[in-house]
């Protein structure tokens, strides 16, 4: 069984951290294990150093120039001329848990699913608020409908390459900017009838930086994902009735409203507050707005 770990990278030192945790791993028997690097930069300035690291490891390591800097150009050049079984995305800031390739492969092998999520738990510093640290909302999981995974992210999956479902698929280079472009994809996998499914023991570490301990980068951060969410809702149904329009403009006053009552209590308070700029997210895109850029 051939199996690549996919790294999307752009001007990141911490992938050194990633690449260790790789080497780290217990191989299965049977598995051949390589790694693919699809850096983003305009300029191949991060070659020499991802390769040395790879000899310094032992890893069987692919380096790819996909430059432009839109995320979707990485992820696609991930994909092609794929000869590997299953493709794993992990981020170029994360370290992967002991046992976690072995997680990964038993889920996909006992359950026939298409696409496997695994978490990738926040590590927070010293300097976040506790408001932060308590609403963990950096860690990130799929979300259930009615039971069953509809989409989800590329920081810690698995896609069988061999199904007819992932194959000749690609990332859309629209939302290679904004980002969103991982919803919509999984989304449409579920839509063709993949099977997508959540293994809580494949976890993926992501140190949580400075910049992004912030009220107004989750602030972004779930508007953004909010406008992921309406364009999946524009998908599923084709067109955007009024009601769903209105029932986005009603959480989102709930939701602005309840921070206002709960403002002394900072966990709640900024809770409700993020709620609604997701659901303002949804509204906006409804309402046909453009998206935010994220990269």
């Not at 950096?138 to 199904?163: A, C, F, Q, W």
């Not at 023991?201 to 949580?208: K, P, R, S, T």
Request: aromatic share 8%; net charge neutral.
């Amino acid at each position: 069984m051939d199996v690549c770990v996919a790294i999307c990278t752009f001007q990141r030192p911490a992938i050194r951290k990633t690449l260790e945790s790789l080497a780290r791993q217990k191989i299965p028997e049977g598995v051949q294990l390589s790694v693919r690097v699809a850096d983003n930069d305009l300029e191949p300035v991060m070659k020499s150093r991802i390769l040395a690291i790879a000899a310094e490891t032992g890893l069987n390591l692919s380096y790819v120039h996909a430059p432009y800097r839109n995320i979707s150009i990485a992820r696609n050049a991930c994909l092609n001329n794929l000869a590997a079984d299953y493709l794993i995305f992990i981020d170029d800031d994360e370290e992967v848990s002991e046992g976690w390739l072995s997680a990964m492969l038993v889920k996909a092998e006992s359950t026939d699913a298409q696409v496997v999520f695994g978490p990738v738990m926040a590590i927070y510093p010293e300097i976040c608020p506790e408001w932060m640290k308590h609403c963990d909302l950096h860690t990130t999981k799929p979300d259930y409908e009615e039971g069953v995974i509809k989409t989800g992210y590329t920081g810690n999956t698995l896609l069988d390459m061999r199904s007819e479902f992932i194959r000749g698929e690609a990332f859309s280079l629209s939302l290679g900017q904004t980002g969103g472009e991982d919803t919509e994809f999984f989304f449409r996998l579920f839509k063709k009838g993949a099977k997508l499914v959540y293994e809580e023991n494949a976890v993926a570490y992501e140190e949580v930086p400075e910049n992004r301990a912030k009220l107004s980068w989750l602030i972004k951060r779930r508007y953004c994902a909010g406008q992921s969410h309406g364009q999946r809702l524009i998908a599923d149904r084709n067109n955007t009735s009024a009601i769903e329009l209105s029932k986005a403009g009603v959480k989102v006053l709930i939701c602005f409203v309840s921070s206002l009552l709960l403002s002394i209590h900072p966990v709640k308070r900024n809770y409700w507050l993020l709620r609604g700029f997701l659901h303002l997210g949804v509204t906006s895109k409804l309402i046909g707005r453009d998206d935010l850029k994220q990269y």
